[in-house]
């Protein structure tokens, strides 16, 4: 159904003057349901684990790896992985490392803009904890603090095998039907829209990036 | 007069239907193996033959979408329907009534005209979506489209001189009876100036630029997702395979059994996926200069040699 | 030598009357100074009349007056004819009142403009 | 009481003009003396006299009393003066007194200042009314000096202050003249032995030898300068730039016709210099009106015009003497004169009371009732219906053609346009204010009312005189008037306001046109419902604007009906009647536009060109068959050829053919936005209408070889071409709409070239299908404009969720255009390319599938940058066109779409009305047409099409509701993971085609607009360079004087002496 704008719950958009209000959509973004069917249910479970659409965004040092998984040597389109240069249309967002805070707004704002089934791999250390940038200034420590993560790929930095491994871990636990890192973040969405905005001093994006 | 002949329709309509799903589904899985072909070149694996139709379902699987209004709404029904309506106005297989689909309705100029339908819808609906590369993607598609159609045409015309009927159908008639038959062979002035237009026409390299994927983010469908994507998709493979089919037919003597279809329609497809992995992308004003100077050369050459063969 | 029969006075005048107009036309169109134009003018005018009477003279005529010293069979002959006279009266007249306009205008234009320079007066042209 | 009578007898005699005069002459001063208002009065109670003396008379003699002899000294002739009063005399006469009343009205402020003014006045009228009458050569010497000497003093009495150098100038060349003319008589006395006219040309040949020679050239050389001639004319130039408006007309009109009849009087003695004459006439006529280009004094522009007018009657009287076709001098000549003098004079009149010094001054503060006095002035001189000089000048070119004196029509024609251009560019200096002005208050009308009486009179005077003229030519029928009389009847109540007055326009021309067109049949009887039923369609929407807007509605009441005229004529005369009406109409109405009237005067300049290309056509034609008649254009023999090429010109000009489209899109663009939707949807049908009538009669009748239809297809097809091409790189929405309905004439145009039945049915096919689309696009950019206040494309965009109705139109509209199936488009393309192959024409083929395609970028365009893409803030909140606005559109909607469905009902009727000029090829097998190649069955690819579109639209519907869909705004869009800042940098629409620009914009650089700017340019020059000679001094001028005569003598057997 395509609904439109009912008023109750919608996001005020403080970060937009007065005459940019009109031009971003101020609803608030919902949670899903799985299908009722179970069948049908782990059918796209299945179908979504085997055609992982990566947004080809890199965020950091880490975005290095991300290239050889195309090439010949590691060859990540056997299990359906393949880049794809909109949000629209890519499912996994790989945080590349350490994700400055001039970054996690774009980043903040690319993933919203995924449709939903959708999920976030952290690569790398410095998404966990910070890494060797624990006490810089412009990056955020603890990533999952700003966007649901569905897994982490530890390790400085971890190269592709790795980053291969992960999409096979990705791909069991989406078949398990146990990411719904989508979800999680509409359901606390003011929660994790506090931390970001905490961070990120020049909020000028709508609270929701549709 | 839809009335009258109810049952003549229900045929038809039930017929089509079974082309509709043959040829998408050839669709598909030749795009599958095309993939694989290209992996193979660069020295990989490549995707499972199943890839394609995982990507379309998981498409259609998506849980949440966004809508920029009715015609972003309508764009993807008019981009397919567009290729449906192209191959239901192409007779698939000569000498079968079933699979003649809906030619008795128009002929070659029918088809030609048909493509744009969707095109056209499309480019609204992507112009809906607000996204500046969209417009650039379209603009750079038409343009170049207008660029391909010279040569095409003219050796459209050229064969059109040559069997002397527009109906697609005669146009195969004729080409029946072997190899030597074949417009390939009996007019290969045209089919080398078609097979260049051929090649803006599939949109690979070198003439890709107007779905450039770095540069702006696959141009047109930049906004689109979710089941509109995998609308796309579909289209994607069935608008292609029904080129292939519409070439088939008019230069290589077309098919009358699946296979033939299958192994020409292939042959056919080649021809793009080569000359692709083989060039750079071409500037879309180079391409259309391009297209307006030797193929379109070639295309004027075709309609005098039809015509020298005419008379002697 | 019969000066009357050899040497027609007619002649003698047309001749003057065809120089007095070239001579006009001349001035007219030589001379800068209006007044020396109208000069100009009035010279054809009078070498004109000259030439209409010289037309209608027949040598050794009379005055046209038909009485005993001119018969009337033989008036055609030997009078003078009448018409081109009473004709160069009319046109005296009238080159008399053109005169008196330029003149006017001659006048009027030195007290406006200061000068009587035809050369001078050529603000309206093309 | 008998004396009395008897007296008024005497008055009432020709005579008495003379009579009047002389005696008010002495009466004036006197009762000047007494009161200045009773000398006034009697002054112009003789004035008033002469005219109504002259009226009588020639009333008498029309009514068949025999021509009126006056001898005097009650000895006859030869031996006395005598006077003759005949038919053409009584006209002269009549016209020349009428004028001079009407001038003493307008110049009465300053003749009635002493009492010698009016006396000169007098003086000089009668001196013409002599000029005109005697038939004496000394007594028309008297006159002519009796008038030059009046002329001179009055010239003197003039304001500016270089009139007195001027006026010198005038009495030299004027008095070497009459000096030129004294001697010519006195020598033709010598010879003939007499004065009377009658006798010297009874016994003309007695004439000869040397003297005889010089004598008649001397009278000759004399009154042709007199009328002033190139180059020997600066003094009357000067004259007529600085003498006052009523002494400059009563010398331009009144003089001129007095020694303009002498000159007739005496032609037949001039029998061997009728080619000098009718060159120097030609000459003048020509070059005075390539001058008059440059010109920009206004009184001085008049001035060249005038001369231009006389050397036009001159070369008239002397072609038709040559020809010795005297039976049409009243028509030809009389109708020349008599437009020139009322137009002629109104115009000095007008530049009196305005005072104005150059023509681009009254672009300011003129009012509007002198801009439409000037219009009608400007209109009639140039001759354009329903005025004399248009019958004149059609009966002239006729006679010519008769006479295959085609090089001299071509002068003639070539020497009017070039008047047009100057006169019309002078209207649109007046015209330009008058959009701005307000609606004029009727006070400004009163206290200027006396003043622009007497311009009326003469306004007034010119319709009537015109009707008269279509009456003695026999098309005065009512149906013919009819578009005059209802735009005249919508002008009464033009000054009401508010947008109701539309619908007394659209009932006139309801009921009006269904008269007009109602007997009407076969193929004209489909254009009568394409042109006045769709002109009414169309116009309903110009309720949409609620301002009075004067002058929209008579204006276009008159253009619709004379469509309507233009279906029923018979005779190529009516024709062209209604082609000029229709092109005046349709000029002044693109003049309303916002800032139409620059673009205007380029769309009337091309229009009168077409026009006199059509009239060569005819008078070709006429030539050759010797009727008028339209049917009979077949007949014409080898001709055709020639004939064929000179309308088919005339019509491809008039619907922006390639290489001469250049007036097409700024007329389109700038005029009002629902006039454009008329412009192109209906009155561009009228060039197509023509140029069938040619196809017909010519084309196929008398099957000429393919050759001129073969070129006339190509150039449709590069028409269509470049128009899409450039169609593709403008940024504003109404040239492009108008370069691409440019291109759609183009495939008309090929499509009629064809003379096949299949390619007429899809030329007409087309056409129609031409008016519903281009009438819905306009339509609704005029909605667009309305609530935009935009025309640049890339300032607009969005709008769909604006303005969602007009939208939709215009995307059904534009798919149609394209000739994508199912819609009505593609069963044009497809008939043509079917009519195109089976003629072989493969290399035409295949440019109309390229400019189709093309055509595509521009269409697409149109709806992305408009409609599409985003929304400026400042259009957040616009609304839908206007209900009247979009009404139209459904209706034409519908149209289509039933056309597209059942094709059969249109063609069937297409095919019928074409089938008795070319059988029928077109083969249908239920609702299937087949052709030679291929087949269509629309009504199934309907069905197809719409069920196709069900499965997938289904399909998607089916999985959304499984979704979330989210509406979002226009900002919500993938951005390189950046946020949009501005609409306007967001909008990818400026420059829209740069890339193709890159790629092949070398093809479009606009070079016809070049070349015809290059052309301007050399006429230009050219007058400034033919211009040289006047330099301002009068012995120069004195000069040219006698050079003509020494270069009249040499031409005319001087060497042989």
């Not at chain 4, 050239?217 to 007199?226: D, K, M």
């Not at chain 4, 009486?453 to 005065?476: D, E």
């Not at chain 4, 010109?649 to 007036?663: D, E």
Request: glycine share 10%; hydrophobic share 50%.
């Amino acid at each position: 159904m395509i609904k439109s704008l009912n008023t109750e719950d919608t996001l005020e958009n403080a970060g937009l003057t007065d005459e940019e209000q009109q031009l971003f959509s101020n609803a608030r973004p919902q949670a899903y349901e799985p299908y009722p069917i179970k069948a049908v249910e782990d059918f796209a479970n299945w179908a979504r684990a085997n055609s992982l659409w990566i947004l080809a965004f890199g965020t950091g040092c880490g975005a290095i790896e991300l290239r050889p998984l195309m090439t010949a040597r590691f060859d990540a389109s056997r299990f359906g992985v393949a880049g794809r240069p909109t949000p629209r249309q890519s499912s996994v967002f790989v945080i590349g490392g350490y994700a400055s805070v001039k970054t996690l707004k774009r980043i903040i704002r690319s993933y919203e803009q995924m449709q939903g089934p959708k999920f976030i791999i952290c690569l790398g250390i410095c998404p966990v904890n910070g890494g060797m940038y624990f006490d810089s200034y412009n990056t955020v420590n603890q990533f999952d603090q700003y966007l649901p993560v569905d897994l982490y790929i530890t390790g400085c930095m971890p190269r592709p095998e790795v980053l291969v491994a992960g999409i096979m871990e990705l791909q069991k636990k989406i078949k398990a039907g146990e990411c719904n890192g989508a979800n999680r973040y509409v359901e606390n969405f003011d929660w994790y829209k506090a931390n970001q905005k905490k961070v990120i001093k020049n909020w000028d994006m709508p609270d929701y990036n549709w | 007069m839809i009335i009258e002949d109810f049952d003549f329709w229900l045929g038809k309509a039930g017929y089509f239907s079974l082309t509709l799903l043959i040829v998408t589904f050839y669709g598909l899985l030749v795009g599958a193996f095309i993939d694989r072909t290209i992996a193979k070149v660069q020295g990989r694996i490549g995707i499972p033959y199943r890839q394609p139709f995982i990507n379309i379902l998981k498409n259609f699987f998506k849980r949440t979408a966004i809508s920029h209004g009715v015609m972003f709404y309508l764009g993807p029904v008019f981009r397919i329907a567009g290729g449906i309506g192209t191959l239901a106005f192409i007779p698939v297989l000569y000498g079968s009534e079933m699979f003649s689909n809906f030619s008795m309705a128009g002929d070659l100029f029918l088809v030609i005209y048909f493509m744009f339908f969707g095109q056209l819808g499309m480019a609204l609906g992507a112009g809906e979506s607000g996204h500046p590369y969209a417009a650039i993607g379209i603009a750079r598609g038409l343009s170049q489209m207008t660029a391909y159609e010279v040569p095409f045409v003219l050796a459209v015309i050229s064969i059109v001189i040559q069997y002397d009927t527009l109906s697609i159908t005669q146009i195969v008639a004729a080409q029946q009876g072997g190899w030597q038959n074949w417009t390939v062979v009996t007019n290969w002035v045209a089919t080398l100036a078609a097979m260049l237009a051929f090649l803006g026409m599939m949109g690979y390299s070198p003439f890709d630029i107007f779905l450039a994927p770095q540069e702006i983010p696959i141009g047109p469908p930049t906004e689109f997702h979710s089941a509109y994507l995998g609308l796309m998709q579909l289209n994607r493979a069935l608008f292609g395979a029904t080129k292939l089919v519409l070439f088939m037919n008019l230069f290589f003597g077309g098919a009358t059994s699946w296979p033939e279809l299958m192994i020409k329609t292939l042959l056919i497809y080649m021809v793009a996926i080569v000359v692709g992995v083989a060039f750079p992308r071409f500037r879309v004003d180079q391409g259309i200069r391009f297209f307006f100077k030797i193929p379109t050369l070639i295309g004027i050459m075709s309609i005098v040699y039809v015509q020298m063969m005419l008379v002697a | 030598m019969n000066m009357l029969t050899d040497f027609p006075i007619s002649l003698i005048v047309l001749c003057s009357g065809l120089c007095l107009i070239l001579l006009g036309l001349w001035g007219m169109l030589t001379q800068r100074n209006l007044i020396r134009i109208i000069i100009g003018f009035s010279l054809m005018d009078t070498g004109i009349h000259m030439v209409m009477v010289s037309i209608g003279y027949v040598t050794g005529g009379t005055a046209p007056i038909i009485n005993d010293a001119v018969a009337m069979n033989e008036a055609v002959n030997r009078v003078v004819d009448p018409v081109p006279s009473a004709l160069v009266l009319t046109a005296i007249v009238i080159g008399l009142g053109v005169t008196a306009v330029m003149l006017s205008f001659a006048v009027r234009i030195h007290k406006t403009r200061k000068t009587l320079m035809i050369d001078k007066l050529t603000e309206s042209k093309w | 009481m008998v004396v009395t009578n008897t007296i008024i007898d005497v008055l009432l005699q020709p005579l008495g003009i003379y009579v009047l005069a002389l005696g008010a002459g002495f009466l004036i001063p006197l009762f000047y003396r007494v009161r200045r208002g009773s000398g006034v009065l009697v002054f112009f109670a003789a004035l008033a006299a002469m005219a109504v003396i002259a009226g009588l008379n020639l009333l008498a003699i029309i009514n068949g009393a025999p021509a009126i002899d006056i001898e005097t000294a009650g000895i006859k002739p030869p031996f006395s003066i005598n006077l003759r009063f005949g038919l053409l005399e009584g006209g002269f006469v009549l016209a020349v007194n009428t004028v001079a009343l009407l001038g003493a009205w307008h110049y009465l402020p300053r003749l009635k200042q002493q009492a010698a003014s009016l006396l000169l006045y007098l003086i000089l009228v009668m001196g013409i009314n002599g000029m005109v009458m005697t038939r004496d050569l000394f007594n028309l010497f008297i006159f002519i000096e009796i008038t030059s000497i009046a002329t001179y003093a009055l010239i003197g009495m003039g304001r500016s202050d270089n009139v007195l150098a001027a006026g010198f100038k005038y009495v030299m060349a004027t008095s070497i003249a009459s000096a030129f003319f004294l001697l010519g008589t006195i020598f033709l006395y010598y010879q003939t032995g007499t004065l009377n006219i009658d006798d010297i040309i009874m016994n003309r040949d007695l004439i000869e030898g040397p003297i005889g020679l010089i004598a008649t050239l001397f009278l000759l050389t004399s009154l042709l300068v007199e009328l002033k001639p190139y180059p020997a004319n600066g003094w009357g130039l000067d004259v007529y730039e600085t003498a006052d408006s009523g002494i400059a007309s009563l010398i331009s009109v009144g003089v001129s016709a007095g020694v303009f009849f002498a000159l007739y009087k005496l032609l037949p003695l001039m029998d061997n210099y009728l080619t000098s004459i009718a060159l120097i006439g030609g000459l003048t006529f020509l070059i005075s009106n390539l001058i008059g280009l440059k010109q920009e004094n206004t009184k001085r522009l008049l001035g060249y015009s005038s001369i231009g007018q006389m050397g036009l009657l001159t070369l008239a009287v002397a072609l038709l003497k040559q020809t010795d076709a005297d039976a049409h001098l009243p028509l030809i000549v009389g109708g020349l004169f008599v437009n020139h003098l009322f137009a002629k004079a109104g115009l000095f009149w007008l530049a009196g009371i305005v005072n104005r010094k150059c023509i681009g001054e009254w672009s300011s503060g003129v009012k509007r009732s002198e801009v439409l006095l000037l219009g009608v002035l400007i209109t009639a001189l140039v001759g354009l219906p329903p005025f004399p000089g248009f019958w004149a000048k059609w009966e002239l070119v006729m006679l010519l053609a008769g006479n295959e004196l085609f090089g001299w029509i071509a002068l003639i024609l070539i020497g009017s346009l070039l008047e047009a251009a100057y006169l019309f560019r002078w209207f649109s200096y007046a015209r330009q204010q008058d959009s701005e002005q307000p609606d004029d208050a009727p006070a400004e009308a009163s206290f200027s009312f006396m003043q622009i009486m007497p311009v009326t009179i003469a306004a007034l005077l010119l319709f009537i005189t015109g009707y008269g003229m279509a009456k003695t030519m026999h098309v005065a029928s009512p149906e013919v008037f009819l578009p005059l009389v209802a735009g005249f009847a919508m002008w009464l109540i033009d000054r009401s306001h508010g947008r109701l007055k539309n619908l007394p326009m659209l009932a006139a021309v309801a009921v009006g046109g269904y008269l007009l067109t109602n007997d009407l049949e076969g193929i004209n009887r489909l254009f009568s419902y394409l042109l006045v039923g769709g002109g009414i369609l169309v116009s309903i929407a110009a309720m949409y604007r609620n301002d009075n807007r004067r002058g929209f509605y008579p204006l276009l009441t008159v253009l619709l009906l004379s469509l309507a005229t233009l279906l029923r004529a018979q005779t190529s005369l009516e024709f062209f009647f209604s082609w000029e009406l229709m092109t005046l109409s349709s000029y002044l109405l693109v003049t309303l536009g916002r800032n139409g009237v620059k673009p205007a005067l380029t769309y009337l300049l091309f229009s009168l060109a077409s026009a006199y290309f059509i009239l060569a056509g005819f008078s070709v034609a006429y030539g050759a068959t010797g009727s008028l008649l339209l049917a009979d254009l077949g007949n014409s023999g080898d001709s055709v050829a020639i004939i064929f090429s000179l309308l088919a010109a005339g019509f491809i000009i008039k619907m922006g053919g390639f290489g001469v489209h250049i007036w097409l899109p700024g007329a389109y663009a700038e005029s009002d936005d629902d006039f454009t939707a008329i412009l192109s949807a209906v009155v561009s049908k009228a060039g197509i209408f023509g140029l069938f009538i040619i196809a017909a009669h010519l084309g196929v009748r008398s099957d000429i070889g393919l050759d001129p239809g073969y070129v006339l297809g190509w150039i449709g097809i590069l028409t269509a071409t470049f128009g899409a091409l450039m169609a593709v790189f403008q940024e504003d929405i109404k040239r492009l709409v108008a370069y691409s309905s440019m291109g759609q004439l183009g495939y008309i145009v090929t499509g009629m070239a064809l003379m096949s039945h299949l390619g007429w049915v899809s030329a007409m096919y087309i056409t129609v299908n031409h008016f519903l689309f281009k009438g819905i696009l306009f339509l609704s950019i005029a909605g667009v404009i309305l609530r935009t206040n935009e025309r640049l494309m890339y300032k607009m965009g969005g709008l769909i969720k604006n303005m969602p109705f007009t939208f939709t139109f215009v995307m059904i509209a534009i798919i149609a255009m394209s000739g994508v199936p199912p819609l009505s488009g593609y069963g044009g393309k497809w008939m043509l390319f079917n009519a195109l192959m089976e003629k072989q024409w493969y290399w035409i083929t295949a440019f109309a599938f390229f400019s189709s395609a093309v055509a595509f970028l521009y269409m697409f365009r149109l709806l992305q940058t408009v409609f599409l893409g985003q929304r400026k803030l400042e259009h957040a909140e616009i609304r839908e066109a206007p209900m009247i606005l979009l009404l139209p559109q459904m209706v034409m909607i519908v149209g289509i779409m039933v056309i597209s469905a059942y094709p059969k009902l249109l063609i069937d009727p297409l095919s019928a009305a074409i089938d008795p000029w070319i059988a029928n090829t077109l083969v249908w097998q239920g609702t299937a047409l087949h052709a030679h190649f291929g087949h269509w069955n629309a009504p199934m690819i309907m069905a197809v099409v719409a069920g196709v579109f069900m499965i997938p639209l289904i399909l998607l519907s089916l999985f959304a509701l499984s979704m979330k869909i989210q509406k979002v705004e226009q900002f919500n869009i993938v951005y390189a993971a950046e946020r949009p800042r501005r609409p306007e940098e967001t909008h990818f629409a400026y420059k829209f085609f740069a890339h193709y620009d890159r790629a092949i914009g070398f093809t479009v650089r606009p070079r016809a607009t070049a070349f015809w700017n290059s052309v301007v340019e050399w006429s230009h020059s050219a007058g400034a360079s033919l211009r040289i000679f006047y330099n301002g001094n009068g012995q120069t001028y004195a000069l040219f004087v006698i050079m003509y005569f020494v270069g009249l003598f040499l031409f005319n057997g001087g060497l042989a002496l």
